[in-house]
């Protein structure tokens, strides 16, 4: 027995493997080593994915910060803390939803009458004077 060890079939695909490479190089055209361009596309498209995000990240913080100066401008003329701007916003916020809750009732029941009376709703918020923008 000899002291080499025996090959693998892993060990005997690679070395005929490496060896059709070789020959290949030789009876061809270039020296150069094949590039696997399928292997290399995923890549390119997940580096160009990277870069775009980046970009998009760099953009919101510019934004982020403009708006935080903004909002620091808007405070110094205010004479507001922004617990107060902050309070005096959701207070406006819950009288717009209540304003709203409020007007889609009242087009439930334009509705409502303009069907008993078999006119359209247009035809019932002229004869109430309701303007199409209230």
């Known amino acids: 027995m000899s002291d080499e060890p025996t090959p693998t079939r892993a060990n005997k ?6 060896a059709a490479d070789l020959g290949d190089q030789s009876s061809g ?8 361009v399928a292997s290399e596309e995923p890549l390119a498209a997940k580096d160009k ?13 510019g934004e982020l910060e403009r708006y935080s100066e903004e909002r620091e401008r808007v405070l110094a003329t205010s ?5 107060q ?3 005096l916003s959701d207070m406006h916020m819950d009288r717009l939803h209540r304003y709203n809750d409020i007007k889609d009732a009242g087009q439930v029941l334009f509705g ?7 006119k359209t709703v247009k035809e019932m918020h002229q004869e109430y ?4 923008d209230d």
């Open 29 to 36: 055209s270039t020296n150069a080593p094949e590039t696997n």
């Open 112 to 118: 409502k009458l303009a069907e008993l009376r078999g």
């Open 129 to 132: 004077g309701v303007e199409s």
């Open 13 to 18: 695909r690679a070395a005929s493997a490496e």
């Open 85 to 87: 701007a902050q309070a």
């Open 79 to 83: 004479g507001m803390t922004l617990e």
């Open 49 to 61: 994915y990277k870069e775009e995000l980046q970009a998009t990240v760099a953009v919101l913080r």
